[in-house]
């Protein structure tokens, strides 16, 4: 599994063929390992390409196993460990396939923030509400059924105008009113028409006197025949 540490075993008799050199690549070639990861020497001195692989075990007794640090897909596929034995083709070849599998996806909880805004209540709502408080007593009621719940209407006061009447009472006043005014203005020229004969009737007081001094004369008049 990718992440992990592989591990590929090799050994051999160090007892029967003594300390022999040992490669590690990823192929057998002709004549020694193609691709070489790690090696040793007949002194058992180590040498490698990286520091992801490691000779794990007793490399002095002969334990060459290869361990392979945080593997990938990349390493897969066939690993070759050669053992180098004095001889033409004597050579100790231990061929190892590596399969890495693929590491699962972890998904990890993410917290999520929800804000949630109401809304006001509707004018729906508070009629809903309001006859749901008017509907308990009603309910209520139902538990004594020997009280009766009397409703009384509440009195209604309403204005009736009658039109006819109205009209009928306005017309009538404004007679009357224009009857006065018409009154008051004739009785006005009335007086006015008795103070102006009045000052007409009066004779200017030199007229008097001419009048009063004349008729003395009229008297002494004779008639001769």
């Not at 404004?174 to 009066?202: N, P, Q």
């Amino acid at each position: 599994m990718e992440g992990a540490t592989a591990t590929l075993s090799c050994q051999y008799s160090v007892s029967r063929l003594g300390l022999s050199r040992v490669c590690w690549g990823r192929e057998c070639g002709t004549f020694w390992c193609n691709n070489i990861l790690a090696q040793t020497d007949k002194h058992g001195v180590i040498s490698k390409v990286s520091d992801r692989y490691r000779l794990a075990g007793d490399v002095l007794a002969g334990e060459m196993d290869l361990g392979i640090l945080d593997v990938k897909r990349t390493d897969s596929g066939p690993y070759c460990c050669r053992v180098d034995i004095d001889g033409i083709f004597n050579d100790q070849k231990i061929i190892q396939n590596l399969r890495v599998m693929k590491a699962p996806v972890t998904v990890l909880p993410t917290s999520t923030t929800v804000h949630v805004t109401e809304a006001p209540p509707t004018t729906e709502y508070w009629r809903a509400v309001e006859s749901s408080h008017l509907a308990i007593p009603r309910q209520n009621t139902s538990l004594f059924p020997s009280q009766t719940l009397m409703e009384e209407p509440l009195p209604s006061f309403s204005l009736q105008i009658n039109i006819p009447v109205l009209s009928l009472s306005l017309s009538l006043l404004l007679l009357i009113m224009g009857a006065l005014v018409i009154l008051g203005f004739k009785r006005g020229i009335h007086r006015r028409a008795l103070k102006t004969g009045c000052l007409s009737a009066k004779e200017p007081p030199h007229i008097i006197y001419e009048i009063r001094m004349r008729r003395p004369v009229e008297e002494n008049i004779y008639t001769l025949d």
